[in-house]
Nanobody
Framework: EVQLQASGGGLVQAGGSLRLSCAAS????????IAWFRQAPGKEREGVSC????????TYANSAKGRFTISSDNAARTVYLRMSSLKPEDTAVYYC??????????????????WGRGTQVTVSS
């Protein structure tokens, strides 16, 4: 059974940092693209960043470039999202998702077969 467990969210002031973790189990980790999406109240879920665990190729949404860094520890089966210079508009529930042999498509959630429960990130001004 595929399981994705997101953690690391919390309350932080604008300009602060957080590191989210996505711990994976139940599948061959190296075969997947693992992405972070977020969803703010009243808004659609949007892609933030993605990493292909096989070659560690990364993709970022424009909103994340220069502020967020995605990485993977394949031995630990965990993907991290380091978020810096956080803004109030980054407030959302953050989800990690897995796509078998994926190409890190962020504009759509449709290719991601498996999702974890989200972790809340709140950035105060």
């Amino acid at each position: 059974e595929v399981q994705l467990q997101a953690s690391g969210g919390g309350l932080v002031q604008a300009g602060g940092s957080l590191r989210l973790s996505c711990a994976a189990s139940g599948f061959t980790f190296d075969d997947y693209a693992i992405a972070w999406f977020r969803q703010a109240p009243g808004k659609e879920r949007e892609g933030v960043s993605c990493i292909r665990t096989e070659d560690r190729a990364t993709t970022y949404a424009n909103s994340a470039k220069g502020r967020f860094t995605i990485s993977s520890d394949n031995a630990a089966r965990t993907v991290y999202l380091r978020m810096s210079s956080l803004k109030p508009e980054d407030t959302a529930v953050y989800y990690c998702a897995a796509d078998l042999w994926g190409d890190c498509i962020l504009r759509s959630t449709g290719s991601y077969e498996d999702w974890g429960r989200g972790t809340q990130v709140t950035v105060s001004s």
